[in-house]
């Protein structure tokens, strides 16, 4: 077994007395990919965006290759520690949220060159070099209005990865596309995939799932009710919540 | 076949629809042009009269005659031509508005020497309004409960008062305080105080257009409050503000006319009413002055009109 990228120990998170994450231990390993799946509100997405903050976690920690944060942490060492985590972890959204004033290009290189001081054309490269691998290097002078929403996806995620992440977030990345371009980004998703990259994915996507996944993980209500193979849950699920979910998934197909 | 027929009958629709637009605005422009040559007319100084079965056309000017022995100037009138028939109710006269053309040539350098100064109060002016702006909208949004009643208390005050009072306050209050600041810092202060009271607003909604994806998606790059508030919401925001920070700046242009009551800030209105209460030819100064600010404010609605198409056509 591989040294754990992401940690997450008794997590427990509180939105007023709504209680979305109970108590929570989890820990991917390096080259991972790992599905989280399960139905809206099981907290699958607050998972996820508790990982780099997004969301406060109310209790527990958060390790992100071996830095470790405390969901009670205050002051400015805090904030150092979050913004650490941060700059080990690249996320892909819903909505794509390309800054809709900048080229392509400039999407692409506005965290390296903002956030890392990384030199402008060392960032050019490194940024052509992934649009290239998300086949949108042809659209780099474009703004993100022209493109498509399988396109914008494509560089939201060209742009997460030229922050060089030891693990990418996506949260729902192809719930908002329509049905024809879901194609193009999970391809791309695979590909990242296939290059080593550590990776946890909140889908709806169970052929995604199928295909790429190492593990699964299914949430309802606030908990992990399984964590298991992609074979495994398909063939043989244990919990009935998971049952449901498969048996709706293959009556969808 | 059918959709290729039904396309043409769209496009026919959207052409019979165009054709329709064009024919409004060219009678739009040719009332427009009415409307100016009857004010040209009606301040033309000519007077048609019947009387005694004679139609004259004659033009009154301004002339300097001698009377006793003292030169004076009085109207006179020359009639230029007349027609040998009355109109059918005799007696009855149409005079337009004379107005004195002699003393308009005489002072239009001196009136219109106030352009670049009322355009120096209000580029200063909508400098400071933008930088208060920015502040109060940014205070507006800020989670620390002083700073946030600091923006609003400004935004309040300002706004609860007349411009006219808060000038005469940078200007003939504060001297009482042993601050004397020369008309032109008076106005620019108070006006860059007020529109960066009612600009704020702009502002606020500016940066609360912008998405809250757009924050996550920068503060997920690892970016600071700072950088994301500096390099992705600003930016967006300001764009959404700019037509309404256009019209500001057009209202400003007039509004600094308010600071000719100091009495002494050489712009526009101050020129105006110094030459026309000189020779008791107010009439001709106004129109003087209202033609320059008229012409100013199509100049830069034409320059807005032209920036506005700019930021559409691009990379919203």
Redesign the interface.
Known sequence: MHHPIVKISNLDKYFGHLHVLKNISVEVPEKQVVCLIGRSGSGKSTLLRCINFLEDPSHGTIEVDGIKVEAEGKGREHQNLIHDVRLKTGMVFQEFNLFPHMTVLENVIEGPVIVKGMDKNQAIALAERNLDSVGMLFKKDEYPLRLSGGQKQRVAIARALTMEPRVMLFDEPTSALDPELIGEVLNVMKKVAQEGMTMIVVTHEMGFAKEVADRVIVMSEGELIEDTSPEELFSNPKDPRTKALIDRYRTAE | MNTSNQKSQAELLFEAQEKKKGIFRRNVVLSWLGLLLFMIVMFSGIEIRSANNTTSFSTWKFDNIIENGIEKRTRVETIQFSLPFGLPNDGISLATILIDGQFISDNLNFVAGGIAQTIQISILSIILAIILALLAALGRLSSNPFIYALSTFYVSLIRGTPLYLQIFFFFLALPQLGIVLKGLTAGVIALGLNYGAYMSETFRAGIASV?K??R?????????PS?TMR??IL??AL?FAIPPMGNDFISMTKDSALVSATGFVQELMWRATKVGRAEFRNLEALVMAAIFYWVMTLLLTSLQARIEARLAK???
């Open positions: 998405s994806g757009q996550e998606a920068a503060i997920a790059l690892g970016m600071t950088q390099r992705i930016p967006q764009r691009g990379d919203r």
